[in-house]
């Protein structure tokens, strides 16, 4: 059974404000990942680490950052939500790049 | 164009029978991963099973198995015995070397078990 966790599990808050998801993993996994996904719709990468230090963005877009100092944890910031960032954001890591990825539970955030 | 691509919105079965939930992809790499993830309306995301490109035989996880279907790039997902269970939406996904092992993800499908 996976051990990866996200914190909040919901999240509704005004527009401008400093936002931080939390996602942490007790696998020793190096590989982390942040997909964006709307309801009903296909996820989509928007962060990635392949270990401690090491953080690229992914195929979408993303006013996002995030920041990868230890190996379990790998929060993800919006420094000013707007609506437009009103989303499911799920956090995954995995063994290796080829690996399978196990999923957090996901934080519905909800930017009014 | 899509990595992955699922034609089937929605789908219905009875109970018990089985289901087989259609996946193409389009990759020019040799070596490549094939995934099917399930995801409750609760939000998380459950891995199911795996193919990899190299893989002779199809994969089989309990009542999942893939039809893997080279020359067609085609990973349909089959569930038999369906459970009441099973409704969710299931998604495709493919991991390609090219791109550093990204994973790209279909659209989905709503399953939905009739009782």
């Known amino acids: 059974e996976a051990d990866i966790y996200q914190t909040p599990r919901y999240l509704v808050i005004g527009t401008g404000k400093k936002i931080t998801l939390e996602c942490s993993q007790t696998m020793g996994h190096d590989k982390m990942y942040w997909y964006q996904q709307d309801p009903g719709m296909e996820l989509h990468l928007i962060h990635y680490s392949y270990g401690v230090n090491s953080t690229e963005k992914g195929d979408l877009s993303s006013e996002s950052t995030v920041s990868r100092i230890r190996t379990e944890h790998f929060p993800l910031t919006l420094e000013s939500a707007r609506p437009s960032h009103t989303s499911q954001y799920l956090c995954?890591?995995?063994?290796?790049?080829?690996?399978?990825?196990?999923f957090g539970p996901g934080t519905r955030l909800t930017v009014l | 164009a899509q990595k992955i691509t699922q034609t089937q919105p929605g789908m219905f079965v009875q109970e018990k029978e089985a289901v087989t939930l259609d996946c193409t992809y389009d990759t020019s790499d040799p070596s490549y991963g094939l995934f099917w993830y399930k995801q409750p309306s609760s939000g998380e995301m459950i891995f199911l099973i795996y193919q990899g490109s190299y893989d002779q035989q199809n994969a089989t996880e309990g009542r999942y198995s893939l039809n893997f279907q080279k020359a067609r790039k085609s990973a349909n997902l089959v569930i038999s015995a369906s459970q009441l269970g099973d409704s969710a939406m299931y998604f495709c996904a493919m991991r390609e070397t090219s791109t550093g092992n990204q994973f790209y993800f279909g659209t989905g499908t709503s399953l939905t078990v009739i009782p």
């Open positions: 995954a890591s995995s063994e290796w790049v080829d690996n399978e990825q196990f």
